[in-house]
């Protein structure tokens, strides 16, 4: 059982962290973790659900930058480095991170939300309310307890048998290896002595050295240090402010693992391994090529926050016309989608493009049944990858469930919110904003008079005012009006049979099927994978000033035949990945 500090002792400096945390959002920090700068850095906001209008179809569009045919960007002008940066760890790095750290699992909903189409852009600017610190600091005495309560693990977890004097060498020596892989670095001389003098007072208050070294486990990871990623630079041998090994140890780890670095991956940041070409790219390889399966991770979790699946979790449908439509599918829905990215890259080593014609699905007992397929011996968490007909109406990723559900009201799909992310962040097309005054919710069905959603976005955009956005977004989502709210297939919509034609690039197409092949074969669709991926690895916006480095790494997809693995090394290797700016 854990042995409370009295909410008086100097020891429990839970209240000075707590401060400290709030604090290192907007402010400068010093704690056990050394100082921290403020952040800075902008993101694209989320915005609300709408059927007619052009909200709700996902997080801001960046402005538009003039490129051309293939998607290349035009005359870009000279590379700029982005100025550095603090970062909180996203939900998910944290979760990671305490799993990879205590081995425990923690639910990250009870944690401040994400920001932003890509969390770890958002997480330059986002602010831990006091209410999340709080949250924080559970999650972690949570994990500690998680160990401490079992003997076998807590031994195995310090390593050696801490003492009850002030100067334990045991308890220093695991709080600096401890501390290195926490906070990505070693610890100062000043740092290792806060924390050991944490452990010391613990020690004399609880009688006990094991708890001495629970509560300075605790102060380490309630930290500053741990929660957030400094991205600051230092000058190298030229002149030029770059990232320091750590720093580009750490941006490695988590871009690749989305999780904190490994042992080897600290050690090759001391040896200055991370400094050449060839240690640079020989450490990405071996991050990616993981035994454990981590390197997925890279492919999978920008799949999930590029096409923002998250969302899939947290929308609701309407239980009368979705009787089947719960968590065990929902969550299906997004195994289906990160599977069918990690698949492309890891597993059939397929072009990225085909993921728009793909018939894979990896499916549970719910989707399966959603997706018509076999589901003898799946149950709500056993999956398995299946073969979709190759004749057959579903193919590729915005055929898939996960995609179609989240663009999509509790009632019927929306084929403008789908139309709309399609070309905003698939395509990399502009959709302006409607004009003031314009209904954004088509109006009901009368059931006197049924009608499909075609027809009724037919009639909306007889308005003028109507007519130049929807004539962008809609052709792209109507050839999924074959797929309702959940993703389910059909025919025909309040009785009357579904017309699922549109145009792809202005060449027409006759439904989902024929887009995803189209898409399969344009080399713009991979230019703005490029645009988007270089925005999630860079972790800034995308700008003007990225176009040579955004085309660099174009042209090398590719010449790789658009390997989705070729492209993390691409950009991870690249002079842009480690280059920083002072910060303003």
Known sequence: MKKALPSSSPVRLLAVLCAALELGCTANVTDPGGPAASPGGGTGGQSGGGAAGTSGSGGTAPGPIQVDEDGRIANPPAFQAPAGMLRRLTRSQFRNAVRDIFGVEVDVTKLDSDIGQ??????????????????????????VDAVWSDAAKRSQFIGCAPGSAAADACTRSFLEKMGRRAWRRPLEAEELDQLAGVASTATTEL?????GVRWATVA?????????????????????????????AGRLAFLIWNSLPDQQLLDDAASGALSTAEGLRAT??????????????????????????????????????????NAALQAGMVRDMRATWEGAAFDDK????????????????????????????????TFKTVSLPA?????GILSKAGFLSQFANQKEGSPTLRGKFIREWLMCKAVPPPPEGVALVLPDVDPNSPTTKRQRLDAHRQSPACAGCHALMDPLGLP??????????????????????????????????????????????AACMVRRFHAYAMGHDERDVDGAVVNDLISSFEASGYQLRDLVVAAATHDAFSAVAPQP
């Open 284 to 325: 990405v390889n071996r991050l990616l090529d993981a035994s454990n399966g981590s390197g997925r991770e890279a492919i999978g979790e920008f799949g999930q926050q590029y096409l923002e699946l998250d969302r899939v979790l947290t929308q609701p449908k309407d239980a009368g016309l979705y009787p089947d439509y």
């Open 118 to 143: 890509f969390p770890a852009i958002g997480a330059a600017a986002v602010e831990t309310s006091p209410r999340g610190v709080e949250q924080y600091q559970t999650a972690i005495e949570d994990a």
């Open 350 to 381: 397929v072009s990225a493009l085909s993921l728009f014609s793909t018939t894979k699905a990896t499916v549970n007992a719910e989707l399966a049944k959603l997706y018509g397929v076999d589901a003898t011996g799946l149950t709500s968490s």
């Open 220 to 248: 380490l990871f309630t930290s500053p240090s741990f929660l957030y990623r400094p991205e600051l630079g230092a000058a190298d041998a030229g002149g030029k402010l770059r990232l320091t090994n750590y720093e580009a």
């Open 480 to 525: 999924l009006e074959n797929f309702d709210a959940v993703g389910k297939y059909r025919t025909t919509e309040s009785g009357l049979p579904i017309d699922s034609s549109g145009e792809v690039n202005g060449v027409p197409v006759a439904n989902a099927r024929e887009m995803g092949e189209a898409m399969a074969q344009s080399k713009s669709m």
């Open 391 to 395: 004749d057959g109406p579903r193919v």
């Open 207 to 211: 009688g006990s050295g094991v708890e």
